[in-house]
């Protein structure tokens, strides 16, 4: 039945509940133009807790004070570093309810993972930081400490390869955190073992946020006015839910499976929605409903 046309007569099949579904790409594009709005909408609300970033640039630049102008930078620096961990948390929980295609309320969902994962969030968000600074610091000290010695870049890669190697952990970190009850430790165990285990998903996610990142970068250095336009909306949502598209599955395989076929249950969320062995009262058509034929119209008066 079309709402453009007059013809309200004739009605296909339906569509069956248990049709296959869309799998890999064709998947994630499914979901994503589904979700395009609601992952904007969770990207301003994710933003919100970037804004003690543009907080320590404001103080830096124009508090005429030195000694104030450090304080209040350093305030910022603070507030982000406790909020950006349990802010990704919230996020993750909210992109987990994407993929499993499961609704959700973005704000309140968003807030519960924040409130609900607060300290081991906070706790990755600081290393997560203190590498982000390193890798920085890096950059800044070691070349020119290499030139009275090349050995300097020895210490300078193992930087680099340490903050590559907690960047993929952090595909899994979060998500781990959200969806189980593990501890801090095992958090930080499953998601090294996890960064070694699922190289492929994990290049396959490095690159993408590699790419989309270059570009934003690019973005803001030639075209700026379009960067903080587009940055309010879209690139992190965007990165985080290609992370949690190819990161959840391998946890579902590797943590969370193990652990529901140990005690001898089926993973809830691959459980159908009818128990095993209860009665069905109603049976869903969908698929099976024979196709309405068009009623041939004839001249004169019918009789009803």
Known sequence: MSIFSNDFENRGSGIAKNAPKNKGIRLFFE??????WKLI????????FFIPIFLILASLSFINNAVLSKVCAILS???FVVCIGPATAGMMKVQRNFVLEKHSFIVSDFFKGF??????AVAVGFVDCFIILS???SF????VLAERSKFMYVPMVITLSLALVI???NFYIYLMMIATNLSFKNLIKNSFALAFVALKQNVITFIINAVVLTGMFLLYVFMRPLFLMLIPFIPASFLWFVTCFNSYPVIQKFVINPYYTSIGEINPEFADDIAPGSEQIFEDMGGKEKPIEKRKKTKGKRIS
């Open 31 to 36: 979901i994503f133009f589904r979700k395009f």
């Open 41 to 48: 909408e969770l990207n301003m609300l994710y933003f919100v």
């Open 77 to 79: 620096l603070m507030l």
């Open 115 to 120: 409130r609900n994962n607060f300290k081991k």
């Open 135 to 137: 890798v920085y610091a």
């Open 140 to 143: 800044i000290v070691y070349p």
């Open 167 to 169: 960047a993929i952990m």
